[in-house]
């Protein structure tokens, strides 16, 4: 099976910016959504960003303006663009993509870190 692989994870400065990618390890077919959860320790895995096929995007309330979300349909890759980072941004975030007769594949999971 086709695994997502995430990277560019890290620890960083309040008020910095990090760019995560998340790209599948071999070639896949039939993606229709993707996008990014997040899970800080001791709270449940929550919705950061999606964006579909076509380009329309949604983002949770806490990183709307912050936070970028987009994708390359010829790697079949998804990218978070995240500015102005909080020390509360910080948490395991894990990409996804719905697949065509699969279902939702989930990435390993990248941690991001923002401290002083």
């Known amino acids: 099976q086709v695994q997502l692989v995430e990277s560019g994870g890290g620890l960083v400065q309040p008020g910095g910016s990090l760019r995560l990618s998340c790209a599948p390890s071999?070639?896949?077919?039939?993606?229709?959504?993707m996008g990014w959860y997040r899970q800080a320790p001791g709270k449940q895995r929550g919705l950061v960003a999606d964006?579909?096929?076509?380009?329309?995007?949604r983002y949770a309330d806490s990183v709307k303006g912050r936070f970028t979300i987009s994708r390359d349909n010829a790697k079949n890759a998804v990218y978070l663009l995240m500015n102005s980072l909080k020390p509360e941004d910080t948490a395991v975030y894990y990409c996804?993509?719905?697949?065509?007769?699969?279902?939702?594949?989930w990435g390993q999971g990248t941690q991001v870190t923002v401290s002083s």
């Open positions: 071999g070639t896949i077919f039939g993606i229709s959504a």
């Open positions: 996804y993509a719905d697949i065509a007769f699969q279902g939702r594949s």
């Open positions: 964006i579909t096929s076509g380009g329309r995007t």
